[in-house]
């Protein structure tokens, strides 16, 4: 999936999603669709936390995209609180949310997010 990202200056970006961190209001991650290559991705991530950006195919996003931003919050607020706490953060291959299980695949340059199933 890696491909999917070479020359994000060509592809046509659409910002869908704003978060930001409750604690520290000037870590903002937005969550940018690029249709052209069918995936969102996040945006501050590697600026704020110094870690690879999350992926998420279109097919997955779309359709639960309040699902997904959701996870995307959770993760974010993982992070933040490592980060406050001065402890290293390693994204988790596995995880569980409500009662449905996620993964997070590491590619070249991001984390890729989906349902494990």
Partial sequence: MSELFNNPESAQEVVVA?????KNAAQVVEIVHLPEKGVLI????????NLKEIAVPQNVMLPAIHEMTSVL????????TADD?????RYDPEFELGEKR???QEAEDF??????E
């Fill in 42 to 49: 996040t945006r501050g991530i590697t600026t704020h936390f």
């Fill in 111 to 116: 984390m890729i997010l989906g349902y494990k």
């Fill in 18 to 22: 704003t978060i930001a961190n409750q």
């Fill in 85 to 89: 706490l001065k402890i290293p953060f």
């Fill in 73 to 80: 919050s959770y993760i974010l607020e993982r992070i933040a």
């Fill in 102 to 104: 996620y993964i997070l």
